[in-house]
């Protein structure tokens, strides 16, 4: 079992930067794939970056590509998201998950844990 908290969002101001933490729970993080996904509303939940067990190999949507950066420290515990130069439609629930299965899986379905997300918003 796997407990996720998400920190870090908030208000900014378009153009600005945050960075989002989540925290895990338990001793075998780092045998977990990590990814961030955000949700609008009226939206589905969409695949924003994943990190690899190891944060040898990371993946992004081709809209944060160049603006978001994912990293993981196996030692904390901790996945983050740095978000620069965010954009009114960056404005979401940012979520994070652990997935077993897969090596950097970009599909909600194959996380097994979610945390309960974190309000971003971006505005004009």
């Known amino acids: 079992q796997v407990q996720l908290v998400e920190s870090g969002g908030g208000l900014v101001q378009a153009g600005g930067s945050l960075r989002l933490s989540c925290a895990a729970s338990?001793?075998?993080?780092?045998?977990?794939?990590m990814g961030w996904f955000r949700q609008a509303p009226g939206k589905e939940r969409m695949f924003v970056a994943v990190?690899?067990?190891?944060?040898?190999?990371?993946s992004y949507a081709d809209s944060v590509k160049g603006r978001f950066t994912i990293s993981r420290d196996n030692t904390k515990n901790t996945v983050y998201l740095q978000m620069n130069s965010l954009k009114p439609e960056d404005t979401a629930v940012y979520y994070c998950?652990?997935?077993?299965?897969?090596?950097?899986?970009?599909?909600?379905?194959?996380?097994?844990?979610w945390g309960q997300g974190t309000q971003v918003t971006a505005s004009s």
């Open positions: 338990g001793r075998t993080f780092s045998s977990y794939a």
């Open positions: 998950a652990a997935s077993s299965g897969g090596y950097a899986p970009v599909s909600t379905g194959r996380y097994d844990y």
């Open positions: 990190i690899s067990r190891s944060g040898g190999y990371t």
